[in-house]
């Protein structure tokens, strides 16, 4: 089992950054392919971005490519997403993931594909 605890969440203006991370216990975070969704108040959860368990390939929401990178240390047990140039209407919660899949090589964008997850941490980009 894996239990992930985001922060770094907070208040930015349009246009600054926030780093997001995820700590993860337990041993098999390396081998499992991890996402970062958010969740805006009366909108669904959606996808963000996906990395590989062995962080070569990664992959992301058009609306934030260019924006946000999603990376990971395996040795730290800590997936990372670093959000540049924010707008207004990436203010949600987000949360990260872990796919119960060992060693997988499909990146999935579904929610129903990651069996854990953390708590959220509140992300708010004031205009």
């Known amino acids: 089992q894996v239990q992930l605890v985001e922060s770094g969440g907070g208040l930015v203006q349009a246009g600054g950054s926030l780093r997001l991370s995820c700590a993860a216990s337990?041993?098999?975070?390396?081998?499992?392919?991890m996402g970062w969704f958010r969740q805006a108040p009366g909108k669904e959860r959606e996808f963000v971005a996906a990395?590989?368990?062995?962080?070569?390939?990664?992959y992301y929401l058009d609306s934030v490519k260019g924006r946000f990178t999603i990376s990971r240390d395996n040795a730290k047990n800590t997936v990372y997403l670093q959000m540049n140039s924010l707008r207004p209407e990436d203010t949600a919660a987000y949360y990260c993931?872990?796919?119960?899949?060992?060693?997988?090589?499909?990146?999935?964008?579904?929610?129903?594909?990651?069996?854990?997850w953390g708590q959220g941490t509140q992300v708010t980009v004031s205009s």
């Open positions: 993931a872990a796919d119960s899949s060992w060693y997988s090589n499909r990146l999935s964008m579904s929610s129903s594909s990651y069996s854990y």
């Open positions: 337990g041993r098999t975070f390396s081998r499992c392919n």
């Open positions: 990395i590989k368990w062995s962080g070569v390939d990664t």
